[in-house]
């Protein structure tokens, strides 16, 4: 039975919700055996494993909710969050975003987790796009708009957008992206991005912001 006056020890030791391995054992290191201590901890739900080696606390001990984009950052690497999910957090998409997508130059995967859905995508080149998040006393990687967005376009097989028309249509038919935040993005950038992504699609979308700009 795992004491009250205990977990509030451990909780004074590991002060994020989100922790790995090491810094689990570090706090239980004063236990004569800290792996049992582990196994305890897992049953009562006072911790949850989100995977292998990473950790978070439940909810009757937790002080915050879990930045799952940190997570996102932790479970699979190297990443930083993109894609759908990008999207809606700079509110360019209207719609809710449940799975938390990221891209990766690793090998696409599926995690599923007690804290939720997080999914891969593969890129060749994470350097450029992506910035750092602060919030509530965490940081995390995630990419901007323009970033976000090439990366969707890109990841969509099922489209082959060869003309501004048919990008555009896309655009604000199938994303339901309104015109006004594309007009805010950097057709500069977006270019430069499209060659360090190695994508057509990407260059297409640069130049159909430099047309709808000067339509505007």
């Known amino acids: 039975m795992l004491k009250y006056q205990h977990m509030l020890e451990l909780r004074d030791k590991i002060k994020a919700e989100e922790f790995d391995y090491q810094t689990l054992m570090d706090a239980l290191s004063h236990y004569a055996e800290p792996r049992k201590r582990v196994t305890a901890l897992l049953r009562s739900e006072a911790i949850i494993r989100v995977k292998k080696g990473l950790y978070v606390f439940g909810s009757a001990y ?30 360019m998409i ?3 975003v449940d799975a938390l997508t990221s891209v990766t130059t690793g090998r696409p995967h599926r995690f599923e987790t007690p804290v939720g859905l997080f999914v891969y995508r593969p890129t060749p080149d994470l350097s450029m796009g992506m910035r750092r998040v602060e919030e509530g006393g965490v940081s995390f990687l995630m990419a901007g708009p323009e970033r976000a967005l090439a990366d969707k376009i890109r990841d969509d097989r099922g489209s082959a957008l060869r003309t501004q028309q048919e990008l555009e249509a896309y655009l604000v038919e199938n994303l339901r992206i ?29 130049v159909l912001i430099r047309s709808l700009r000067r339509a505007a």
């Open 62 to 91: 937790r002080r915050r909710p879990c930045c799952r984009e940190l997570l996102a950052n932790l479970i699979y690497g190297p990443s930083f969050v993109s894609l759908e999910y990008a999207l809606a957090r700079h509110g």
């Open 178 to 206: 309104e015109k006004e935040h594309l007009l805010q993005l950097d057709d500069n950038f977006l270019s430069e991005l499209a060659g360090t992504l190695k994508s057509r699609k990407a260059a297409l979308l640069a």
């Open 94 to 96: 209207p719609e809710r």
